[in-house]
């Protein structure tokens, strides 16, 4: 059997993208897969010649310059967007990660291709995120579980697929979700800011699960 292979763009602020970068490879090795990791965004650009199964993105840009290292990106580019959303047109899978939806000085064109646009988080907490659906084959035979985590909130850019949610201040949120665009699939999940929630076994089948999904296999 082929091996499939995904490309983890990585980049911005406030998060381990080094040690998400190493999780990521564990269990993605683990079910067959090859995974590409890199800083350079230029490789954006280029996704229609270089055959990938799969897009993953974590990053975090911010517009703010605060504590901020000169040659720390605060967005994608306009090419680096239009790669990303001509491979999803032409029947490419993306698949956004926690903070993917940070999209700093990104086209808005990210933000749609997402389906959403990071607001706000509070301090860290424990908390439910629950399966609207075990049939779909993003959720299946995955429960609800708890996680240490970021509790991100958002404005939504364009119709979604709503997947799995939890609760906050009496309000419901999606946390997973997914949308067809063109030929492609496109899902994010929220969850994963740190170790705690990446070594979780429900974790990972969902990051497996929604890589199998996006990508057609």
Known sequence: MRKRKALLYLGG???????FAAACKRFFYKSSWTLDATFDL?????????????????????????????QTPSGLTIE?????V???????????IHSATVIGESNSRLSKLFGAEFLTHPPAFSFQVVPVSIEHPMTADITAFEVFDEFYIHR?????????ISIYEGAAHPF????QEEQGRVACITMGHSSQVWSLDNYNKLVLQSALWVSGL
């Not at 680096?80 to 990303?84: A, E, F, H, K, N």
């Not at 001509?86 to 956004?96: A, K, P, S």
């Not at 997973?176 to 949308?179: E, L, Q």
């Open 86 to 96: 001509n491979y999803v047109h032409r029947g490419g899978g993306l698949l956004g």
């Open 176 to 179: 997973v979700w997914s949308r």
């Open 13 to 19: 602020q406030y998060h381990d993208f080094p040690g």
């Open 80 to 84: 680096q967007v239009d790669g990303l």
């Open 42 to 70: 230029s490789i954006l650009e280029r996704l229609l010649f270089l055959k990938y199964d799969l897009v993953i993105g974590y990053t975090c840009f911010t517009k703010s310059n605060e504590d901020k290292d000169q």
């Open 156 to 164: 939504f850019t364009a119709p979604v697929d709503i997947h799995m």
